[in-house]
C-alpha cells in the first residue's frame, strides 16, 4: 500500500480511457466491428494527468462488459493478445511515472446495464468462472508487475448484478444469487495467488458489504465504495459491528475506498470532494481512490484538455496534506 503509515495511499480512477467502456484496451466478442481506439501515447496521458494532480495510484478497469476475452460458442477460452500488450504499456507508463496500479477484471454493472450474457455467466457459472480463472486469470496475473500491484479485484460492484438491485418491476433479466458471485470471485481468486503472491479484492457499496461477506468470497481485503454527500467513510469499528465480524478490527487486514464520490443527484457539493482525503488519513485507510480523473478533474479533448476548478483544488491538497 504506503510506506508512510500516517495516511493512505492517494489513488484516482481512470476506469477505461477515453470514455471508450468495453472496447478501450481490447477488442470485444460482443462487438467484433466496436473499434479499439488505444494508443500507447494517450494511454499514457490520464496516467501522467494523475501524477501531475499529486496521486500515487490509478485503479483501471480490464475486462469489462467482456473486453479482451477471446470467447468460442459462449466458453470463455482466453484473453486476447491485444489486452496483454496493452496491460504492458500501462504497466512502462505507470512504472515511468512512479505510480501504482489497482486493476479491475470484471464489472457487476455489465449484466443489468449492458446485458452482457459473457460477465453473468462468469459470476453465475462455476464452469465458466472456473475457464475464466484459468484462461484469464491467471495470465493477465502472471504479467502484471507486482512491484506496481496495489492489489487485483476481481469484480467491480457485484451487487448490482444480484436481486438486491435488479429488482423485477424494473428489469425482465435474471439476477445472479450471492452464492454464486461469492464462489466465482473464490475460484477467480484462488487462481490468481496460485499464480502469484498478491492481495485479491472486490470492491462493493458499503450498504451491500454484509452479503458480499456472507457470500464466501475469500477476500484479502476490504473494498468499500461510498458516494457521500460531505466524503464520509465508514470507520473500522462501525464495519466491524454492521458486518458482525471482529477481523475487521484488525488493522493488518488492509481497509481500502476504492471510490469515493459526491452524489450528483443530492445536489452536495462537489468540493466536499477532498475531505475524503482527510477521513481516510484520519479513520487508518490503507489506500483511497477518488471517482474520478476524468470530467471531475481533468475535462475536455487532446490539447485542449484541461485540469478542472476541482482539479486543482485537489491538487493542492494532495499538496499541502503529505
Not at 13 to 28: I, K, S, T
Not at 99 to 124: F, V
Request: glycine content about 8%; charged content about 25%.
Amino acid at each position: 500500500m504506503t510506506t508512510d503509515r500516517k495516511r493512505a495511499l492517494r489513488g484516482v480512477n481512470v476506469c477505461y480511457l477515453r470514455g471508450d467502456y468495453g472496447h478501450d484496451l481490447a477488442p470485444n466478442p460482443r462487438f467484433p466491428t466496436w473499434p479499439v481506439s488505444f494508443e500507447a501515447m494517450a494511454s499514457y496521458r490520464p496516467l501522467i494527468e494523475a501524477r501531475e494532480l499529486g496521486f500515487e495510484a490509478v485503479r483501471l478497469w480490464l475486462c469489462e462488459n467482456a473486453e479482451g476475452l477471446v470467447v468460442e460458442d459462449g466458453a470463455v477460452v482466453g484473453v486476447h493478445d491485444d489486452l496483454l500488450r496493452a496491460l504492458d504499456v500501462i504497466q512502462e507508463a505507470a512504472t515511468l511515472h512512479g505510480l501504482k496500479l489497482y486493476p479491475t477484471l470484471l464489472d457487476g454493472n455489465a449484466w443489468p446495464r449492458e446485458e452482457d450474457p459473457i460477465t453473468r455467466s462468469i459470476l453465475a457459472d462455476p464452469e465458466q468462472a472456473a475457464r475464466f480463472a484459468e484462461r484469464v486469470v491467471r495470465p493477465i496475473v502472471a504479467q502484471l508487475d507486482p512491484a506496481l500491484l496495489v492489489a487485483l479485484e476481481i469484480v467491480n460492484e457485484p451487487e448490482t448484478a444480484t436481486a438486491e438491485c435488479m429488482k423485477p418491476e424494473e428489469t425482465s433479466l435474471e439476477p445472479v444469487p450471492w452464492a454464486a458471485i461469492g464462489k466465482a470471485i473464490q475460484i477467480c481468486g484462488d487462481a490468481a495467488r496460485a499464480e502469484r503472491s498478491l492481495l485479491v479484492s472486490t470492491g462493493t457499496g458499503h450498504v451491500f458489504l454484509p452479503s458480499l461477506w456472507k457470500s464466501g468470497p475469500a477476500l484479502d481485503l476490504v473494498d468499500v465504495h461510498v458516494y457521500h454527500p460531505t466524503a464520509g467513510l465508514p470507520s473500522r469499528e462501525q464495519l466491524a459491528e454492521y458486518l458482525g465480524d471482529e477481523r475487521l478490527l484488525d488493522p493488518s487486514l488492509p481497509l481500502i475506498a476504492g471510490e469515493a464520490g459526491i452524489p450528483k443527484e443530492d445536489g452536495a457539493d462537489e468540493a466536499g470532494l477532498t475531505n475524503y482525503v482527510y477521513n481516510a488519513d484520519r479513520l487508518g485507510y490503507d489506500a483511497l481512490f477518488l471517482w474520478q480523473l476524468d470530467g471531475a478533474l481533468r475535462s475536455g479533448e487532446g490539447r485542449e484538455r484541461t485540469t478542472t476548478a476541482l482539479g486543482d483544488q485537489v491538487r493542492h491538497t494532495l499538496k499541502t496534506t503529505r
